[in-house]
């Protein structure tokens, strides 16, 4: 019954009365509406009345009509069943596109899980649990699939203690028990809020800091207690998100308010490593004030990372800052490093959020997620992808940047191409291998392009990554031709792979020559996502 109907969400029109409503076979254009189980019944009880109703289905496969008793039946089922009728898509071509290279595809990347992976470059946003804007048990068993190892939570004071002097920390044990259990590490943010003290400061994003004495001494108990709670399995630790946008904070603010918290922890657990300032912005000026106050103060050393976030709809545009962010933090520290915190892409148009007013899709999505987390890497920064999965940000909009597509009511309903495209490069790129800093690659094209040269540690195996990086990533599939110059790297047998959609292709040898230590590539595929040169032992395991 469950996939007759849902064969019928996907291909046939609904008539109920005098309402009918066609539904379009599910597709990623950005010009088809995608209709969801949910979606249809709502769209159902909005337009007749409650009860059961008899809806005739004609189906546009075979034209036979059909009938059947509607009751909420699939409304409910949505509603009490976590990630129901959501399986993980492990065939060759889970990541679908229109892509045609025209070479010859020999095969496909082979995900990693998280326990298969040494170590890598990434951390995965699990955020807004704290404010239950999401579900950890719909989207848990994505998350070692995808290959991250380590997750983002934030602590949630609003949410542990809700009577004054009282903790419980039960919601978030069950969380980090299970990540410990899936051999994650975590990152676990301080923040925010809590309204059961006067003054005690907002309980969500761009909420102020606590103010009166009674909530200061309150913050530093929770913070206290949480850091012995969980003393022996948190080591890493970041201060409170996004300060900055909350335009009562001065840059001194946030910096005595990054020393509070992160002496407590540091007391109750030395060998932490904590992120400081957290900010919203990636502005070299105001990490300059902020650092500047932390150095007056002799604090500067409390923090392993300075964390920035920073959106641009064009996500190369980040690396003016991010290097003028490095320079800035070069003038304080010669220990700490910047740290990209969080970023990500939303999959349809958002009014609301950071790259709003944009009519993205999947497609571009999966594009842009890519091209920050390789652009990051590119420019030896750790990088976190925003998010895991869809979360209604209660009173503001959904927030779409997830990798897992979530009904307003929480329920994971969809995996998105993101997921895995994100996949895709998290199981090739992990921490054997090494960037190679001097300049190693030169790509003639008509458009600006990013690239980068790797080598695996142990064997030597080599890949260049490059892109065009000359505007928004869009939801076009088609190449144009590219001549790269590879200088210093050895390639026996180079493939041509496509980190979207995950397809690994044989480069003719008459495409490839050698001269000197160089190997010039002619009629390279080019387009503005993340592509390959790699040997190919090193892609197909």
């Excluded at 699939?74 to 009490?80: F, K, P, R, S």
């Excluded at 912005?281 to 007056?296: I, T, W, Y």
Aim: aromatic share 10%.
């Amino acid at each position: 019954m469950r996939l007759r109907f849902v064969r019928f969400i996907t291909e046939g029109v609904y008539e109920a009365g005098k309402e009918s409503f066609k539904v379009k076979r599910k597709r990623l254009r950005k010009n088809v509406r995608l209709f969801r189980i949910n979606e249809i019944a709502e769209l159902y009880e909005k337009s007749i009345s409650s009860g059961k109703r008899r809806i005739h289905m004609s189906s546009s496969r075979n034209s036979v009509n059909h009938k059947v008793l509607f009751s909420g039946m699939v409304a409910l089922m949505l509603a009490v069943v976590p990630g129901w009728g959501v399986d993980l898509d492990t065939s060759p071509d889970r990541a679908k596109t229109d892509l045609n290279p025209g070479l010859k595809q020999i095969g496909v990347i082979k995900p990693r899980s998280a326990s298969e992976i040494p170590g890598s470059n990434w951390t995965l946003g699990c955020e807004t649990l704290d404010r239950d804007f999401a579900i950890f048990d719909e989207y848990k068993k994505f998350i070692g699939p995808l290959g991250i190892k380590t997750i983002r939570l934030q602590g949630g004071w609003a949410k542990t203690e809700k009577e004054k002097g009282k903790y419980d920390f039960g919601w978030l044990d069950k969380i980090i028990d299970e990540a410990i259990g899936l051999g994650l590490n975590i990152i676990l943010e301080t923040d925010y809020g809590n309204t059961i003290y006067q003054g005690g400061g907002g309980f969500d994003l761009a909420g102020g800091f606590p103010t009166s004495e009674e909530a200061l001494a309150a913050w530093d108990r929770w913070v206290e207690a949480m850091a012995n709670h969980y003393k022996g399995r948190i080591r890493d630790w970041a201060m409170w998100n996004e300060p900055d946008i909350n335009k009562k904070h001065k840059p001194e603010d946030i910096a005595i308010f990054n020393i509070r918290t992160a002496e407590i922890i540091k007391r109750i657990i030395p060998d932490s490593r904590i992120a400081g300032l957290s900010l919203a912005s990636s502005s070299p000026k105001l990490l300059d004030n902020c650092l500047k106050v932390l150095a007056e103060k002799g604090k500067v050393d409390l923090f392993h990372w300075f964390i920035y976030h920073g959106y641009e709809l064009n996500p190369d545009k980040s690396y003016q800052n991010v290097e003028e962010l490095k320079a800035t933090l070069a003038k304080y520290s010669t220990k700490a490093k910047m740290r990209q915190g969080e970023n990500g892409c939303p999959s349809e148009t958002a009014t609301r959020f950071a790259l709003s007013n944009h009519p993205w899709t999947e497609y571009s999505q999966a594009k842009w997620d890519l091209r920050r987390m390789l652009g990051d890497l590119g420019h030896d920064v750790e990088s976190a992808i925003f998010t895991i999965c869809d979360f209604n940000h209660v009173g503001r909009e959904i927030n779409r940047k997830g990798l897992l597509h979530a009904t307003a009511e929480k329920k994971v309903d969809q995996i998105k191409l993101a997921y895995y495209s994100v996949q895709n490069l998290v199981s090739i790129f992990d921490n054997t291998l090494e960037r190679i800093k001097e300049p190693v690659v030169a790509v003639m094209y008509d458009k600006s392009t990013a690239s980068f040269g790797y080598r695996n540690r142990v064997t030597g195996q080599s890949l260049v990554v490059m892109w065009d990086n000359s505007g928004t990533p869009d939801d076009v599939f088609v190449t144009r031709p590219a001549h790269v110059m590879v200088k210093g790297l050895t390639f026996n047998e180079p493939v041509w792979v496509d980190l979207v959609s995950g397809r690994i292709y044989e480069i003719p040898a008459s495409n490839a020559a050698k001269a000197g230590d160089c190997t010039i590539f002619t009629n390279v595929p080019l387009y503005d996502a993340p592509v390959l040169i790699a040997e190919k032992s090193l892609v197909i395991r």
